[in-house]
């Protein structure tokens, strides 16, 4: 079976900081056979976590992870997909760029393996992709902030934010949007709307490359 989604590793280390597994999973929405990682993110993602000594609860962030990894498919690239991440690094680093090896290769595997979504939490490679990768990757790449808007639209505000908040230092940007810090809990329309500022920015940033909008599940479908 095609891995329908591809989950970058800072996606999948915040969703396992803010114990938003489930919610994730019911929000995109996709079987367990349709999620993909790299398989050295497992032990990448583990060590960040192991590692971590901000982590408020590092026993749960670890136990959400090992929750994901049992539902994630673990992906190992091609010899094809390998060389085809090694041309679009060079062609980032010409353009100085940032594309590092994992997201150059989830870029590869999502253009080799006719994927339909890339979900990443990492700005720069967004910025990159666009630069260096948008036909391989056109409207099929998705940032953290239109997960946890999915997330939001599904579950309500009040849940997301009691996850961030218990983690404010995991995200600044979702502790911004989720009002961390507030004693008023905003509406999950301003929430709503402070997540699609920032998603909106990185597409006037990096055009062409973002998923239009926050239904994930349309591609996922």
């Known amino acids: 079976m095609t891995e329908q989604i591809l989950l970058d590793n800072d996606v999948i280390l915040k969703v396992a900081r803010y114990s938003l597994v489930d919610e994730m999973l019911a929000a995109i929405p996709a079987d367990d056979a349709t999620l993909g990682m790299l398989g050295v993110g497992r032990f990448v993602v ?3 976590i192991e590692r971590d000594r ?3 609860d ?6 959400a992870f090992e929750e994901l990894l049992a539902r994630t498919t673990l992906l190992e690239p091609t010899a094809d997909e390998i060389a085809l991440a090694a041309q679009l690094e060079a062609e980032a680093s010409r353009v100085d760029l940032e594309l590092d090896g994992g997201e150059s290769q989830l870029v590869a595997m999502l253009a080799c393996r006719a994927c339909c979504l890339l979900i990443t939490g990492d700005k720069r490679a967004v910025m990159a992709i666009s630069e260096v990768a948008r036909h391989l990757a056109e409207g099929r790449i998705a940032c953290l902030e239109q997960l946890v808007a999915q997330i939001v639209a599904r579950v309500g505000s009040a849940r997301v934010r009691q996850a961030v908040c218990a983690e404010p230092t995991a995200d600044r940007a979702l502790a911004l949007c989720l009002g961390c810090g507030r004693e008023a809990q905003p509406s999950d329309e301003d929430v709503l709307a402070a997540l699609a500022s ?3 920015d990185l597409g006037r940033t990096a055009p062409g490359t973002l998923l239009p909008g926050t239904d994930l599940s349309a591609l996922a479908a």
């Open 198 to 200: 920032y998603s909106g």
């Open 46 to 48: 583990r060590g960040r």
């Open 54 to 56: 901000r982590l408020a």
């Open 58 to 63: 590092p026993a749960r962030a670890l136990a």
